[in-house]
């Protein structure tokens, strides 16, 4: 089974100017991937988007799938 992983900070999304939308969106991946395989990991950490997948990964065995949490309205089907 893949795992999804979705880099994620609430306070990230600052040029949209409403944390509300970026909460949405995350939202909206979560379902999608939720319809797929049941559970997402959600990673954050300071130092930007490479270093949290990097730390990520490093746990991760088998197939992984990333997926940006600023994708509105996407579905399972999408995926």
């Known amino acids: 089974m893949t795992t ?3 880099p994620f900070r609430a306070d990230g999304k600052t040029r949209l100017g409403d944390p509300k939308l970026a909460t949405a969106m995350l939202s909206d991946v979560i379902g999608a991937v ?3 395989a049941g559970e ?3 990673a954050d950490a300071p130092g930007g ?3 949290v997948l990097a730390l990520a990964l490093a746990v991760q065995r088998g197939p992984v799938t990333i997926l940006n949490s600023d994708l509105p309205c996407i579905t399972s089907a999408e995926i």
Do not use: C, E, P, S
């Open 49 to 51: 988007q490479g270093k």
């Open 40 to 42: 997402a990991l959600l």
């Open 34 to 36: 939720r319809a797929l």
């Open 4 to 6: 999804f992983v979705i």
